[in-house]
């Protein structure tokens, strides 16, 4: 017997707590942020009587827990201009002087950045294209090294829309849903696994505390706790160890992969004292530090900005990391000009799948759905996922609460006609499927 095998059947026959919920979720992100934020507003009446009821404490709402594993959930270190349609959607009157860090897009720029060092990657054609471009630098828009595209493409475009800081944004989300006292949420409590009942998702099991890096429990061992539940919610990202045991044991659909994948990698500064940006400014870029690798630039509220990169994976570079990459994007002139001057707030870099629509996993199961950018929500073409995963969170919630008025099981076949065609029929869907093409 393997040592693996063997801790793994250790940490099985442990005893450990048990508690029954109606409703676990795990992660929390914009999706989750978007299904708590509705299903919050459909569990009780105006007069606060349950307007359905729990099958756990009967008399009172469901009780519904949401687990994120990162110590708090403002976290994130960066900024994102979305539409906001499905954010704004949710709240009509939304005020974003609440909401530390957020701006109305103002201004929107794409900037098509050439080579100053002579260090990139490029073919003979685009190298030829600089030259000529800087051979007719005096009749374009051209300066810093870098020439400004006259227009947004349609697609990119972000009219009307937010700039927030998805930290910021994730704390005062989470602050509205407690505030309903419908919903718990408890950061620093990641989820190890599903759990498993005559094949259907019956809830989840915390992960165990105390232990060494082979999982073997220590003094100060302390068992992960059985959530045992009627619906698992599953909005923990990419790369989330529930989503990914799910789909190790289900597969994909017929057809799909998730082949794609991309690190942002990306800072929080305090820009200088004569920094003239104003907030809502959105740059765009291309062009370098190599030609497949994309740029954002983001001016919130005072003077702090949100910059970073996109490495895909298909960008095969054996000797050039992410963050190297990243020093050199910051220091192009075009860029270099509005950061010279400022302090680094902070820096840090986030997995993003780039399969989109081809990587939709299985939506729905018995006892369990998936949102958010771990469904395929994230729309490659537009470089936009979060109103997507929000959206999808705010379909899989009007879902549940349609199941829950009539008292109707959480099957694969229930949630597939509540939340599954829903999303079908959503912006979310018919974009995704223009994106899949491109």
């Known amino acids: 017997m393997s040592c693996e095998m063997a801790d793994t059947r250790e940490t099985e026959t442990i005893d450990r707590q048990a508690m029954d919920v109606d409703i676990v979720c795990v992660g929390f992100g914009p999706a989750m942020g978007g299904f708590l934020t ?27 827990l949401c687990y994120e594993r990162a110590d708090d959930i403002g976290f994130g270190v960066s900024g994102v201009v979305t539409r906001g349609r499905g954010i704004r959607q949710s709240f009509p009157d939304l005020d974003l002087s609440q909401i530390p860090l957020a701006a109305p897009v103002v201004h929107e720029t794409v900037a098509y950045l050439l080579d100053p060092v002579g260090a ?42 937010l700039l927030l800081s998805i930290g910021q944004f994730n704390q005062w989300i989470g602050s509205q849903v407690m505030g309903t006292g419908a919903v718990q949420i408890w950061p620093g409590m990641p989820v190890a696994k599903p759990l498993w009942e005559n094949g259907r998702v019956g809830g989840v099991r915390l992960t165990d505390q105390g232990t060494d890096l082979q999982g073997r ?54 820009l200088p004292e004569h920094s003239a940006l104003e907030p809502g400014t959105v740059l765009h870029t291309f062009g370098y530090p190599e030609p497949e690798i994309f740029g954002f630039f983001y001016v919130h509220p005072g003077r702090i900005a949100s910059a970073g990169i996109f490495v895909p994976s298909w960008f095969d570079s ?13 220091l192009h002139p075009y860029l270099w000009r509005h950061l010279s001057g400022g302090r680094l707030r902070s820096w840090g870099a986030k997995t993003l799948q780039e399969s989109g629509k081809r990587g939709e996993p299985h939506l729905a199961g018995d006892g369990f759905i998936r949102i958010g950018e771990g469904s395929g929500s994230t729309n490659v073409l537009t470089g936009s996922g ?47 499927r223009v994106a899949e093409k491109a």
């Open 38 to 64: 509705t299903l919050t507003r459909g569990l009780t009446n105006p007069d606060g009587t349950p307007a359905v009821e729990s099958r756990v404490i009967p008399g009172l709402p469901p009780q519904v």
């Open 120 to 161: 990139s990657r490029r073919s003979p054609l685009l190298r030829l294209a600089d030259r000529c471009i800087r051979a007719f630098r005096r009749l374009l828009p051209y300066g810093h090294e870098a020439i400004e595209l006259p227009y947004v493409p349609p697609f990119l475009r972000k009219d009307g829309g």
């Open 217 to 270: 429990p220590e003094s100060g061992f302390l068992p992960g706790m059985d959530i045992r539940a009627a619906l698992t919610v599953i909005g923990d990202g990419p790369v989330g160890p529930v989503g990914r045991q799910l789909d190790e044991r289900l597969g994909l659909p017929q057809g799909h992969h998730r082949r794609e994948w991309a690190v942002g990698a990306k800072v929080v500064v305090d």
């Open 318 to 330: 054996p000797v050039r990391t992410s963050y190297r990459y990243l020093q050199h994007w910051m």
């Open 386 to 432: 979060v109103d997507e995963a929000w959206m999808t969170g705010v379909l899989a919630a009007e879902g549940v609460l349609e199941l829950l008025r009539v008292g109707q099981p959480f099957t694969r076949q229930n949630l597939e006609r509540a939340y599954v065609a829903r999303r079908r029929g959503s912006w979310v869907e018919a974009e995704g």
